[in-house]
């Protein structure tokens, strides 16, 4: 049996490389540090603070604030995925997804 920080550092790892699978610089963050210099998953170009979460049953209201209040500047986000999902869900405020989106528009 995996223990649950093994568990959730290789979550982090593929967070990582599906990122820099779409052209980000990303990398595990250094969770021993705590705070906002740490997040889960460091990528300076992402425009969300991630926390990432690999568990069958996640309290998302715990999860979305935690990330808020390591989140600095940043728009807080929850990645998370269940063990037999084949792919991962993304959670933030609809105001925050909706400003993103409105970004992504004006730089086209």
């Not at 982090?12 to 490389?17: L, P, Y």
């Not at 979305?64 to 209040?69: A, G, R």
Request: proline share 4%.
């Amino acid at each position: 049996m995996i223990n649950s920080r093994a568990k959730g550092a290789r979550y982090e790892r593929e967070i990582a490389a599906l990122l820099r699978e779409f052209g980000y610089e990303a990398i595990r963050g250094c969770q021993f540090a705590g705070g906002q210099d740490s997040p889960d998953v460091k990528c300076d170009d992402f425009p969300c603070h991630i926390e990432a979460k690999f568990v069958e049953r996640l309290n998302i209201w715990a999860a979305y604030e935690q990330s808020d209040n390591d989140s600095g500047d940043r728009v807080p986000c929850v990645i998370h995925r269940k063990k037999l999902s084949p792919f991962s869900l993304i959670t933030l405020r609809l105001e925050d997804f909706i400003e993103l989106m409105n970004d992504n528009k004006n730089e086209q």
